[in-house]
């Protein structure tokens, strides 16, 4: 059964920093690629960063370019989201994901498994 479980959010104020993980259970980590995803209340879940499953390339959505940094443990079945200089405007739950053979995709339909999220909430 794969479990993606994600952990690290709260509340913080403007210009703070958070440090998100997502832990896979039950799934081939190392050859998968790896998504960071977020929904804010009333909008649509939005693509924020992938990372290929060699940890070698990354992308960003540009709203979040040069602030946030997704990273990846294959030892330790783990994907990362560093958060810094955080806006109001990134308040939303985080959701990791993972896919097989997509490569850097910013498409939610591309991935086949999710965690079930973890609220950030950025203070003004």
């Known amino acids: 059964q794969v479990q993606l479980v994600e952990s690290g959010g709260g509340l913080v104020q403007a210009g703070g920093s958070l440090r998100l993980s997502c832990a896979a259970f039950?799934?081939?980590?190392?050859?998968?690629?790896m998504g960071w995803f977020r929904q804010a209340p009333g909008k649509d879940r939005e693509f924020v960063a992938t990372?290929?499953?060699?940890?070698?390339?990354?992308y960003y959505v540009d709203s979040v370019k040069g602030r946030f940094t997704i990273s990846r443990d294959n030892a330790k079945n783990t994907v990362y989201l560093q958060m810094n200089s955080l806006k109001p405007e990134d308040t939303a739950v985080y959701y990791c994901?993972?896919?097989?053979?997509?490569?850097?995709?910013?498409?939610?339909?591309?991935?086949?498994?999710w965690g079930q999220g973890t609220q950030v909430t950025v203070s003004s």
């Open positions: 994901a993972a896919a097989y053979g997509v490569g850097l995709s910013v498409s939610l339909h591309d991935y086949h498994y």
């Open positions: 990372i290929r499953w060699s940890g070698t390339s990354t």
């Open positions: 039950g799934l081939t980590f190392s050859t998968a690629d």
